[in-house]
């Protein structure tokens, strides 16, 4: 008699490197994905961008892109004859086990040993003016980026500019939707540049803004507190200009989430001078932090506690003088003045 363990699906399996999950789940795009998916699947065989494309239905450009990615990560590398192989397989490897074959213990070792040297570059990767040429020409969606980007900033978009947009798309991974609205927004708050635009890019990227719901969402806080910021800067008297990221946290917390009136930050403001002699947003937040602590929410509140601070103060600085005649008088000094 004979015994069979049924595992099912379970039966046909390939490792998959810790590096894929752990670094690049977020950056890799479908294709990419996608197409490193495959090449696992056929472990130990020399694969083609040709074989790739048929079994992805996408073209041999986007196949190209995508294996680009993973070869600059070190988890894929190109075979003498040019096909593409998982980093640290021979290239004379055997072919992979049929389906129903166990898979060996020692083979999922592989791709594994791998991952520790995968490290993604320090700043995106951008493609040359060549490929960006050709991703335009074979994408719809690509060429319909660059159009409506030329028309949302209002100008021709240079090499640079496009091998950035493109670089946003396939190396972020911000669908398309996204990045125009990024540079709507960018536009309207007058930074069209395209050095600030990658900035806020990576940012999108790092914070997971890949849809519209998201990118909605990101730009209706962010214009929430440049106009949060526009409160205090005129509550202050301060010249119009870019606040730096902590005054804007500051302004956000002080307008948006304590709710305080544009006299509360003044009188945060005079309180702070009278203080320090000059103007600290730090100080300010500690005046505004503790009337939020404390209940005390509009100026009359703030005056009130103000005068009754001033009143004991007063209270004991008479009783103070009181106390230091009393001294005085018991210490008879006053008794070489009597006759």
């Known amino acids: 008699m004979s015994y069979l363990l049924q595992l099912g699906a379970w039966n046909s399996v390939f490792a998959v490197p810790t590096a894929l999950v752990d670094r690049h789940l977020k950056l890799a795009g479908a294709v990419q994905l996608k197409a490193l998916l495959w090449v696992l699947r056929h472990g130990g065989e020399a694969v083609g961008e040709e074989a790739l494309s048929a079994a992805l239905g996408v073209s041999k450009a986007d196949v190209a892109d995508a294996m680009l990615y993973w070869q600059e990560c070190g ?3 190109k075979s003498e004859s040019g096909e593409l192989v998982p980093a640290g397989k021979p290239e004379d490897a055997p072919a992979a086990q049929p389906p129903a074959a166990a898979p060996k213990p020692e083979q999922p070792a592989a791709p594994q040993s791998a991952a520790p040297s995968a490290v993604l570059p320090q700043r995106p990767q951008k493609p040359d003016p ?11 969606e690509i060429a319909m980026l660059m159009q409506e980007s ?3 900033l209002g100008r021709l978009i240079n090499n640079g500019d496009s091998s950035t947009l493109l670089m946003m798309h396939d190396y ?4 398309t939707d996204v990045i125009l609205m990024l540079l709507q927004y960018t536009v309207s708050v007058g930074k069209s540049n395209m050095r600030y635009i990658e900035k806020v890019a990576i940012n999108w990227a790092d914070e997971e803004i890949n849809t519209h719901e998201k ?3 990101k730009i209706r806080r962010l214009n929430e507190s440049t106009r949060a910021w526009g409160v205090v800067e005129q509550a202050l008297g301060i010249s119009r200009r870019s606040p730096t990221k902590q005054e804007t946290e500051l ?5 948006l989430e304590w709710r305080f009136t544009p006299d509360m930050i003044r009188e945060a403001y005079e309180r702070c001078v009278d203080q320090t002699g000059k103007l600290s947003l730090r100080y300010m937040d500690k005046i505004l932090e ?4 404390e209940g005390i929410l509009s100026l009359d509140a703030a005056r009130r506690e103000q005068e009754q ?3 004991a103060r007063r209270e004991q600085d008479q009783s103070r003088i009181s106390y230091d005649i009393d001294s005085f008088e018991r210490s008879g000094a006053f008794d070489s003045f009597s006759t």
């Open 290 to 293: 503790r009337w939020q602590r």
């Open 75 to 77: 988890l894929i590398v």
């Open 130 to 140: 060549a490929f960006v040429a050709s991703r335009i020409a074979e994408s719809s």
């Open 309 to 311: 601070k001033n009143a």
């Open 215 to 217: 990118a909605e969402e």
């Open 150 to 152: 030329q028309t949302i």
């Open 172 to 175: 972020l991974g911000l669908p």
């Open 251 to 255: 302004a956000s917390r002080w307008i």
